[in-house]
C-alpha cells in the first residue's frame, strides 16, 4: 500500500486534474484506490460530481458538532475508485490546528484505520504550503508535483523540495518525491525548450510519462466525469493510463508485459502483422537526446521513441504500416527537419516537415 501527495502551490498545474484521473487509471487497472481530497475548494469532489454536507473536517476537528469516522464519509466513484469529500470547512483546519501538540500528524493517525483496505491513497492537497499540506506529505510515502514546462513552475518546485527536505530533518520522515509534467503543448518549441532544462536540472525526479494539453481532460471535468469515463480513446486518457502503469511497474506491483491483458497483446499482435520496420537516423554529436516524432505518433515525445547514440549518430527502427508519413527529429528540445532527405513539405508552424513513403 502506498500513500502519496499530489501537491504544487502554484495552482494551474493540472494538480486536481492528475488526483482524479490517476486515481481512476489505476482502479482501472485493477488497484483499489482512495482519493481524499484535502483542498478546501473541493475541486476533486466538484470534478467527479460529489456532493456532501461531511468532509475530512468532520474527523480531523475536535470542534466540530458531527464528530465522524473516516469509513463514514467515504463514496465510491466508480469500480474500485473511492473517495473521501473536501468543503469549505476544511479549510479552518489550518487555524485549528495551530496549537495543537503533534499536529503534522493528525492526517496519518486518521489514515492508519483504513490504510491496509486499499492499494493507493492519493492526497490531493490545497495550493498552498499550510499545516494540511505538511500533514498530508508527513502521511504520505511518496509526492508527485505536477509542473507545466515555465518557469514559474520551476520555481514552485523548488520551494515544495524546501518543505519536503524540512520535514525530512525536523519530523525524520522522508518522500520519495517525483515530478509529472503536464499541459504539455507539443505544438510549442518553447514546451521542449523547457521539457530540456526540466531533464537536466530534475532528470532522476521526472516521470517517463507526460500529460499533454487535451480539451477532453477540461470537458470531463465539467459533466464530472473522470476522462477515462468520458472519452477513453482520447490522448489525456491514455497519457493518465500510461502514468498508472508506470507507477505500477515502478513500484513492484507489475512486471513489464504482465501490465497488459492477454486480449491487449493479441491486439498488438495482429497490429504489428501488417508493420514494416522503418529506420531513421540524424547525425547530433554533441546532443543530449533525440527523438523522432510524426504523424505516426500524433506528433507526441514519447519515450518509446526516444533515439539511439552511437560513434555521432542517433537512429531508431520504428514499425509502420504502409502509408505516406511526416515527420521530424527533436535535437535537445530543437525541432529539426531530415537533412539528408530532400522529400520535404512546408507546415503551418513556418518550418517544413520530412516526408516518409512506406511501401508494402
Known amino acids: 500500500m502506498k500513500i502519496i501527495s499530489i ?115 492519493l492526497i490531493d492537497c490545497a495550493p498552498s504550503l499550510g499545516i494540511l499540506t505538511v500533514n498530508s506529505i508527513r502521511a504520505s510515502d511518496e509526492l508527485i508535483l505536477p509542473v507545466e514546462t515555465s518557469r514559474f513552475a520551476m520555481q514552485g518546485v523548488e520551494h515544495l523540495t524546501d518543505i519536503v527536505n524540512l520535514i525530512k530533518e525536523r519530523l525524520n520522515h522522508s518522500v520519495d518525491c517525483k515530478i509529472l509534467i503536464t499541459m504539455f503543448d507539443s505544438r510549442l518549441r518553447h ?94 554529436p554533441g546532443a543530449k537526446t533525440v527523438y523522432l516524432t510524426g504523424s505516426f505518433n500524433d506528433w507526441t515525445i514519447d519515450e518509446n521513441f526516444r533515439m539511439r547514440k552511437e560513434n555521432g549518430e542517433w537512429d531508431i527502427q520504428v514499425p509502420l504500416k504502409p502509408g505516406r508519413y511526416k515527420y521530424q527529429f527533436v535535437v535537445d528540445g530543437v525541432w529539426k527537419a531530415d537533412p539528408i532527405n530532400v522529400q520535404q513539405e512546408r507546415n503551418s508552424f513556418g518550418d517544413v516537415n520530412s516526408v516518409v513513403e512506406i511501401n508494402g
Open 7 to 121: 501537491a504544487n502551490q502554484k495552482g494551474g498545474c493540472g494538480k486536481t486534474t492528475t488526483a482524479i484521473n490517476l486515481a481512476s487509471a489505476l482502479s482501472d487497472n485493477g488497484k483499489k484506490v482512495l482519493l481524499l481530497d484535502l483542498d478546501p475548494q473541493a475541486h476533486a469532489s466538484l470534478g467527479l460530481n460529489i456532493q456532501s454536507r461531511d468532509s475530512i473536517y468532520n474527523v480531523i476537528s475536535n470542534l466540530t458538532p458531527r464528530k465522524m469516522a473516516l469509513r463514514d464519509i467515504i463514496q465510491s466513484v466508480e469500480g474500485k475508485f473511492d473517495i473521501v469529500p473536501s468543503n469549505i470547512l476544511v479549510g479552518t483546519l489550518e487555524q485549528e490546528l495551530a496549537d495543537e501538540i503533534g499536529r503534522e500528524l493528525k492526517l496519518k493517525e486518521v489514515l492508519n484505520s483504513i490504510k491496509d483496505e486499499y492499494d493507493y491513497i
Open 191 to 284: 514546451s521542449f525548450s523547457m521539457l530540456k532544462i526540466f531533464r537536466d536540472k530534475y532528470q532522476e525526479m521526472l516521470f517517463d510519462t507526460i500529460v499533454h494539453t487535451n480539451v477532453k481532460l477540461k470537458e470531463s471535468a465539467v459533466v464530472g466525469q473522470t476522462v477515462v469515463t468520458f472519452d477513453k480513446y482520447c490522448r489525456g486518457a491514455k497519457d493518465y493510463q500510461a502514468l498508472a502503469k508506470e507507477m505500477i511497474m515502478l513500484s513492484g506491483q507489475s512486471k513489464g508485459p504482465e501490465v497488459f491483458s492477454s486480449h491487449m497483446r493479441e491486439v498488438i499482435r495482429r497490429e504489428m502483422q501488417d508493420c514494416l520496420m522503418a529506420k531513421f537516423r540524424v547525425e547530433a
